[in-house]
Structures are given as C-alpha cells and as structure tokens.
C-alpha cells in the first residue's frame, strides 16, 4: 500500500519506534504535522494509522511552522514534578539498609514506606506508587513474571463474595512439600497460613511431614498465638480432606476444626487461583526465603524461619482483631465444597464429586463453579451457585455420613 510505505517512511526518518521520552515525543508531533500539511491526509486518518488520539493531531496540526518542541509541563525537564532529588536519594539509602544482612526480606515499597515513617517522621512518605517508579528509575526494582489474565473466574461464577464477605474470617493454609538441603535425599517440609482480608497475615512453620497429625498441630499453635478464625479454607489433600476411596466420611482435620467451631472449605482441585491468597504468599516464601540462600542444617532453617515471621508480621504490620462478642446462635457443624462442575462421561448430565460421591446437577452449569454446602445435623448437601453476589440454590440432596465415620 502506498500510503503505509510513506507512513513508514517517515517513522524512519524520525526513528520513531518508541516514544516514551520528550525527545521521541517531539518527533511524533513532527511527523503528524508532516502527515497533515505535507502528504494532506486528514486528521482522522492521521490518528487511526499513526496510534494516536484526535485531539492529539489537532493539538499539533495547528500550522505548518508550528514549534513542536514546546514543554509546557510547568516544571523542569528531567526532574519530578513534586518529589525532589533528595526523596531519591532517602528512598535508594532505605531499600540499600533494608535490602542489607541475611534477615532481610521485605525492601519494596510497602517496606520503604514503613522504614520511612520512622527515620522521616516529619516528612510525607511519597504513595506507594511513587516510591515504586522512584525505584524502577533508580534500577533498584526487581522483574517479576507477566501477571495472569482475569475474570475467567468471574465469569464462570466463582463464589468469592459469598466465601470472603458472608462466611466470617477466612485462613488460607497449604503445604510447601519437597524441598532439600542441598546434599541430602530427605524432603523438608512446611505448612503456610494466611489471611486475604485485613488484618492480612503470612506465617509459615517446618513440619516434619504432610500429615494430619503435622497440621493439626500447627492449627492449634497458629490459633492460641494468633487468632481462631471462623472458616479454614485448604486443598483437598489427603492430610485434610481424608479417605480416597471411602465416601462422605470425617476426616480426622476436619472433626479437628469443627469441634473448635471453625467451619472447613475445601478449594478447587486443580485450580491453584482458589487458593490465591496462600498461593501468592508461597510465592513471597520462595522468592524471600527459600531461594535466596543455600542452607546447610535443619537448625539453619528454623532460625531463619523465625527471622522471615518476624519480619512478615511486621511488614503486614498484623493485628490480632477484638474479639467478637459471643452469638446465642449455636453453631452448626457443616463442610463447605468449592468445585467445577463437569460432563459426566457418555452422559449429557453435569456433575461434581464430593468426598468420592458423585453428585449430578443439570448440563447448563457445565463448566461453572458452585458451592456444595454439607449441613451435618440434617446431613444434607445443599449445592448453589453465586449469581450478583447471591447465592441460588440448584440442588438438594441427602448426603448420610458414612456408617464408619466417626461423629462429632
């Protein structure tokens, strides 16, 4: 085409392959002046073949002589329009200090915004944003991975609001399994705990192994020193989620958390973003903790685990909520079930499995999440989905707990 051979033409004469600094800037206002008053294209098309918006090719198609090298920003070029000079230098010498000695771990710019608050307290901490682009300026920031699209989740009716705003407190918890001391064959185990919603926590403990002894332990350690939350949402590992082959029985976490009044959910199988939270957090202990150094001995481990606690409570700056006042509501044991229906094989039905029972629902919800709420005292299995952020139900069913089981 003609017309793209001079465009690119004139991209190269004004070596525009960028132009995200003043200087390219200037050369894109030149070329669409060029565009208009030379090759007389018209402002539309202008802004459709070059990228920019209309009102950007009528600012500078103003006249032929136009002096497109005009910086009107109001203050001088290469400087911050607020944060002086020395803002840079305070924030490059905080993330040097805390980015210093074997137990650092937090030097973004959540950390620098805190340390700040104690070394400046007269003077503004700049917003997160500012000391994070002040650090990407600086070369001081680290690359992270492309971040993973959203919304499929949404779309597919995930029951995130009824999970995070309509069933109390939620913890995260998952195992961190196969890591070695380099040198040895024997796998060194952890659990994490977490918290989506402030007041947001992140503590990890080694286990000795992924057992239900190992977490029940760890779960009644994390509740006397933190706080007892009202629902503990985890994978369905057999540690947790019990029997693979029987069906709808108590696993032994599970009778665990419900004599303590805390309701379980058991996540999406194979899903990691339903555990998003602790997710997340495993990525922080991997990249803070575990990567960053070469470990010799179990007791080398623990002390540094320690350090890495501290200084994640004091980076979420965590605190214990008040408690709540007690409710004359008695409790109701019951087991919560986050799952994706599928296609029953050579069917045309829909179904989910719940503690190895199948449980059909109708072909139209193929594909999308429900919640699988088992009441204990009635011992039925309510499964609904989430629609504007309500629940609806689409099935009810009788779900006997298994003769073997042991009760509550």
Excluded at 133 to 156: C, F, N, P, V, W
Aim: hydrophobic share 35%.
């Amino acid at each position: 085409m003609p017309f793209k051979t001079d465009i690119d033409c004139i991209y190269h004469n004004v070596d525009i392959r960028f132009h995200d600094d003043q200087k390219k800037l200037i050369s894109l206002r030149r070329a669409v002046n060029q565009l208009h008053f030379v090759d007389g294209l018209s402002k539309s098309v202008i802004a459709a073949r070059v990228g920019v918006s209309r009102r950007f090719v009528i600012r500078w198609t103003q006249s032929m002589n136009q002096d497109v090298t005009i910086d009107s920003r109001g203050w001088p070029k290469g400087r911050r329009r607020r944060w002086s000079e020395q803002t840079e230098r305070r924030i490059s010498l905080l993330h040097k200090e805390l980015k210093k000695g074997p137990d650092a771990f937090y030097w973004g710019p959540t950390a620098i915004a805190q340390k700040w608050l104690t070394r400046y307290p007269a003077d503004p901490s700049p917003p997160l944003r500012t000391i994070g682009q002040i650090l990407k300026d600086l070369g001081l920031s680290e690359s992270r991975s492309a971040k993973t699209k959203r919304g499929a989740s949404r779309y597919l009716c995930y029951p995130e609001h009824t999970i995070y705003e309509t069933l109390g407190r939620v913890m995260e918890t998952d195992f961190i399994g196969r890591r070695y001391i380099k040198g040895t064959a024997q796998p060194i185990h952890f659990v994490g705990f977490s918290f989506k919603k402030a007041p947001r926590l992140r503590h990890y403990e080694r286990i000795e192994a992924q057992t239900a002894d190992c977490f029940i332990r760890q779960c009644e350690s994390f509740f006397a020193r933190f706080e007892k939350a009202d629902c503990v949402k985890m994978d369905n590992d057999p540690a947790t989620i019990g029997s693979g082959s029987h069906k709808r029985t108590l696993s032994r976490v599970v009778r665990f958390l419900l004599t303590n009044k805390v309701v379980p959910i058991f996540a999406v199988p194979r899903r990691p973003f339903s555990q998003a939270s602790i997710e997340g957090n495993n990525s922080v202990f991997a990249r803070k903790f575990w990567n960053r150094r070469t470990f010799d001995s179990i007791e080398e481990i623990d002390s540094a685990l320690v350090a890495f606690n501290d200084a994640s409570l004091q980076y979420t700056d965590y605190r214990s909520p008040a408690k709540k006042a007690p409710t004359k509501d008695p409790f109701v044991p019951r087991i919560n079930f986050i799952r994706q229906v599928r296609e029953a094989e050579g069917t045309k039905e829909g179904f989910i499995d719940v503690l190895n029972e199948t449980v059909l629902l109708p072909r139209a919800y193929i594909n999308y999440f429900v919640l699988a709420q088992w009441n204990l005292n009635t011992e039925i299995l309510t499964v609904s989905w989430e629609v504007d952020q309500q629940l609806q139900a689409i099935k009810n069913c009788q779900f006997p707990i298994h003769p073997g089981s042991k009760k509550l």
